[in-house]
């Protein structure tokens, strides 16, 4: 074992020796990378993505354009957009109550606002990941955002179901994204980062299970309230709150933001705790040191010390090494979510019933991840990242050379559903692929960033899919293949630690170099 020993305390009178480890070392030589405490943990927290897929999905149905019968005793009714507003005979089959649209009489010339609010969410999403990645990485921790964030979801989802009108409908739509944008980011963070490195890459792409999952429970829960939009989002919006009181408080913080917190003596109690679950121990003589802690330093990270050793997005750009890293961690972000919901968007044009198809999209899902899981760790994240990206963007290439006409329509379904299944591969992949690039001071905050242009690309998604049926294929698959390439630009973080300091990242990169 090449780990240095040194004195705690530098300078106490006992002169015990203590060895100092990293604590990716501490788990994987002492505690155990992935044992029944990190299986527990890991479940729990990332349950936290069905409650986002809730609250980013409910659109579909809530917003949903339900059909319209003619009433007249004769059978002539007027003109359908006049008659949704001014009763010429048209009625909705659902009742005006069973979507926002049916309420607000939001078709024809107002459709447009189904769109704007949809708009709105993501604007939220966008503007609370950047905050609460950075709260996270800060004084508020990982499990602290998280808590915040559900409670916000929560109160925000009960107050939109009682909105009296459609611009209030709007403002809390963009209030809800806000807090839910950040839901998957904080769960996916303390959910794999006490997870050992050679298990790391699995457990972070067996994350987005929950997030499927928790889009075929809504399509159930949907169905189960067809006639009323409200209660709908009063059902989607409880479990954030049950969340907070029934899971949380069996959850614990981050021992690696404990660490960058100077918090050791609470870093080591997680990681002892890690170890007794696990049927194993940690010997009395180790404590955990940070990155930066070089040999010559001879200092235990001392749990009193009033610095801190958390970062913000300023301290990426500082440093060369991550911030050429962070614009193509946000470039490729912004293309991969272009395309994958570019192409997620296609299920209300499927023409059949749109329960089973928002179910059968979130199926469709899980071969991706599951592959990608079972080869994540053989072929490495570049690899991988760039073959899936690539793959997509070929199919869409194609697709856009296909007339849809005839039997062809089928051959471009085909390829649009391998398009969907390579980017939602990769669009899961850049999650730990992006964590992994960037040390635990900053990382969050970071993720955050890269979270913000996805939620760009999610805004952009729906303006590139009324382009025509040929066009969206083409720049889907222009996305996909400049995506790919960009991919090669960066390293490879396949079995390398997990640094937690800026300083420990560059001495890393240095010692590869030599």
Not at 196 to 203: D, E, N, V
Not at 307 to 318: K, L, N, P, Q, T
Not at 435 to 460: D, H, K, Y
């Amino acid at each position: 074992m090449s780990t240095e020993a040194l004195l705690a305390g530098g300078g106490g009178g006992d002169g015990e020796a203590r060895r100092r480890v990293s604590i990716d070392d501490a788990l994987a030589w002492h505690a155990g990378e992935f044992g029944r405490w990190q299986l527990r943990h890991f479940v729990l927290v990332s349950s936290a993505w069905l409650l986002e897929a809730l609250h980013t999905m409910v659109i579909i149905f809530a917003d949903r354009e339900p059909a319209m019968v003619c009433a007249a005793g004769d059978g002539r009714c007027g003109d359908r957009c006049a008659g949704a507003a001014a009763g010429t005979g048209w009625e909705w089959a659902g009742g005006p109550a069973s979507s926002t649209v049916s309420e607000w009489g939001l078709v024809c010339g107002e459709r447009y606002k189904v769109g704007l609010v949809q708009a709105n969410f993501f604007a939220g999403c966008m503007i609370g990941a950047g905050v609460f990645g950075h709260l996270s990485d800060s004084f508020l921790g990982r499990k602290g955002s998280l808590q915040v964030v559900c409670v916000l979801n929560g109160v925000f989802g009960m107050l939109t179901a009682m909105a009296p009108n459609y611009w209030a409908y709007a403002v809390l739509r963009l209030l809800t994204g806000f807090s839910a944008g950040s839901v998957g980011l904080c769960s996916f963070v303390l959910a794999t980062e006490p997870v050992g490195p050679s298990r790391r890459g699995a457990a972070g792409m067996s994350t987005f299970y929950f997030f499927s999952c928790g889009i075929a429970a809504l399509a159930g829960i949907a169905a189960m309230f067809p006639t009323s939009w409200r209660m709908l989002y009063v059902v989607t919006s409880v479990p954030s709150l049950v969340f907070v009181v029934a899971v949380l408080p069996f959850v614990s913080e981050s021992p690696r933001w404990y660490l960058v917190r100077r918090r050791a003596d609470d870093a080591l109690r997680v990681v002892r705790a890690i170890a007794s679950s696990n049927g194993r121990s940690i010997p009395d003589d180790v404590s955990l040191k940070l990155d930066d802690d070089g040999a010559g330093g001879g200092k235990v990270v001392d749990s009193s010390a009033s610095a801190s050793a958390s970062g913000s997005i300023i301290d990426v750009f500082r440093s060369r090494t991550t911030r050429f890293r962070l614009v193509l961690s946000v470039v490729i972000n912004l293309l991969a979510s272009v395309v994958y919901y570019g192409l997620s968007l296609n299920v209300v044009n499927l023409k059949t019933n749109l329960y089973v198809s928002v179910l059968v999209n979130s199926i469709a899902e899980m071969p991706a991840y599951l592959l990608t899981a079972l080869l994540l760790d053989r072929f490495g994240r570049k690899p991988l990242a760039i073959g899936t990206m690539l793959l997509s963007g070929i199919f869409c290439s194609a697709g856009s050379l296909i007339a849809g006409a005839g039997a062809m329509r089928v051959a471009r379904l085909a390829c649009g559903v391998v398009g969907i299944f390579g980017m939602a591969a990769t669009y899961n992949l850049l999650f730990i692929y992006t964590a992994e690039l960037f040390p635990t001071a900053v990382r969050n905050a970071a993720l955050g960033c890269t979270s913000q242009a996805s939620q760009m690309g999610a805004i952009l998604a729906p303006l590139v899919v009324v382009l025509g049926e040929r066009v969206p294929f083409a720049l889907f698959g222009v996305s996909g293949l400049i995506g790919g390439f960009l991919v090669f630009c960066l390293p490879e973080t396949k079995n390398k630690p997990m640094y937690d300091t800026m300083a420990g990242l560059e001495e890393g990169e240095k010692s590869v170099l030599k």
